[in-house]
């Protein structure tokens, strides 16, 4: 009998076991490419990238996992950026070629980018091996950097490194995976596309997000007449939080029935709670909770928000998928052309300037007012979450091309 294609994920942030943070994305293809008949192993790093602390990988429960899981040791680091992120990744670039070096008989190797030093690591393994290689683009860095450090002539010097270190590893793919078709074609500005390109959102399993929602229904409880606006996300430099708690102070002079459930936690959390106190806004910080539980939030509400600064890199977000899910109205303020025009061609929402409190106080104002267009906006967001967004359905691309690979290869 011959033995099933072997196929090795490296992902940095995954959650895995019973973790609360983390990203789904490789996990899921890994469950799925397991279930089509294929052997995977599933290489991340022993630190939590999303809670900054190391693994205790003694006593660490993978068995609710269907692939394998091999994890390399990645030294700490205590903030996103940091000098010490830069070096923890290098140490696993190091370490990821060691791996490779070790363990080589994969017929395919699909990998993460970022972190881009790590991936051109893998990158460069899978070329000495002649392993076909396969890059995600989940990010773009060091474009994500410039948000926080954008000084003429010093961010250039800075962050030559990580374009440097992407345009490498670009070059090395045989296929590119993009979680938008911005992030699809970014490999394709410094090399010829002479490969396979695919777009697949990041989405979400939507058999999951509603049973989560059926499952702790009874724990959200929401006053008769209450109309809920919802954040699901990261508090970071890149969410335009603040200006979301302002406008939503505006709003509720009009509609004192307003109330803002921000879903999420990261570093800027003080400063958004110092907008709240400041503005007497009627909103809560709920924190962290569990995928299932936000969902039953997200079903609660009445208006979801992608709030997002002006200069944000992000073209279509995790929290997408989960937005559209819920079946609400869309209010988004990311100025991503690509998608501020599916916002608009498809029909879920409105988009708004971002930084603009009247100007979303105002968008805010007319869809409370409006509860058939809602509905009506609501409805279509279901059934783009079914159609583009369902992982089940939506990650069979993956799968199919991962299979033409390495029928490629096997010629």
Same mark, same amino acid.
């Given at each position: 009998? %011959? ?7 490296? %992902?940095?942030?995954?959650? +895995? ?11 899921? +293809? ?36 269907? &692939? ?64 076909? &290689? ?5 990010? +773009?860095?060091?474009?994500? !950097? ?15 490194? !990580? ?24 490999? !394709? ?16 399993? +939507?058999?999951? !997000? ?33 200006? $979301? ?52 939030? $997200? ?34 303020? %990311? ?21 603009? =409190? ?26 783009? =979450? ?14 199919? $091309?991962?299979?033409? $690979?390495?029928?490629?290869? %096997?010629?």
């Amino acid at each position: 009998m %011959s033995r099933k294609p072997r196929i090795a994920i490296f %992902s940095a942030d995954a959650k +895995l076991g019973h973790e609360v943070k983390g990203a789904t994305r490789y996990t899921f +293809l890994a469950t799925l490419l397991v279930e089509r008949g294929f052997e995977v192993d599933f290489i991340t790093s022993g630190f939590q990238h999303w809670e900054k602390r190391q693994r205790d990988l003694a006593t660490f429960d993978t068995s609710m996992h269907a &692939f394998n899981v091999k994890f390399i040791a990645e030294p700490s680091y205590p903030a996103n950026m940091c000098p010490q992120r830069i070096w923890a990744h290098h140490v696993m670039a190091k370490r990821v070629t060691a791996y490779f070096d070790a363990d080589h008989d994969y017929d395919l190797i699909y990998c993460q980018i970022p972190p881009n030093d790590v991936t051109l690591a893998v990158g460069r393994s899978a070329k000495r091996y002649g392993i076909p &290689f396969v890059v995600d683009v989940n990010d +773009l860095w060091p474009e994500a !950097f410039r948000i926080a450090l954008d000084v003429p002539v010093l961010s250039d010097i800075a962050f030559a490194p !990580f374009e440097r270190q992407a345009r490498r590893a670009y070059a090395l793919a045989d296929a590119v995976v993009g979680t938008s078709d911005e992030y699809a074609a970014r490999p !394709f500005r410094d090399r010829a596309e002479d490969i396979p390109k695919l777009v697949v959102y990041v989405g979400n399993d +939507l058999e999951e !997000f509603d049973a989560g929602a059926a499952e702790n229904v009874g724990s959200v409880e929401k006053p008769e007449g209450e109309v809920w606006v919802a954040y699901a996300g990261n508090i970071s430099a890149l969410y335009d939080l603040e200006t $979301l708690v302002e406008a939503v102070a505006i709003a509720a002079k009009a509609h004192p029935e307003l109330r803002l459930k921000i879903l999420g936690d990261g570093p800027e959390r003080a400063s958004v709670d110092g907008a709240v106190e400041r503005t007497g806004a009627p909103a809560e910080l709920l924190g962290y909770m569990p995928y299932r539980a936000m969902a039953a939030w $997200l079903k609660a509400s009445d208006i979801v928000v992608n709030s997002l600064v002006a200069n944000a890199p992000q073209s279509v977000p995790t929290k997408i998928g989960d937005y559209l899910a819920s079946g609400r109205p869309m209010i988004n303020t %990311s100025m991503n052309a690509e998608f501020r025009e599916k916002v608009v061609r498809d029909g879920f929402g409105v988009n708004v300037v971002p930084g603009d =409190a009247e100007g979303l106080a105002r968008v805010i104002c007319k869809l409370v007012e409006d509860e058939t267009g809602r509905a009506r906006m609501g409805r279509v967001a279901r059934e783009l =979450a079914a159609a583009q967004f369902d992982r089940p359905h939506s990650y069979e691309a993956t799968v199919d $091309l991962i299979r033409s $690979l390495i029928a490629e290869r %096997s010629k």
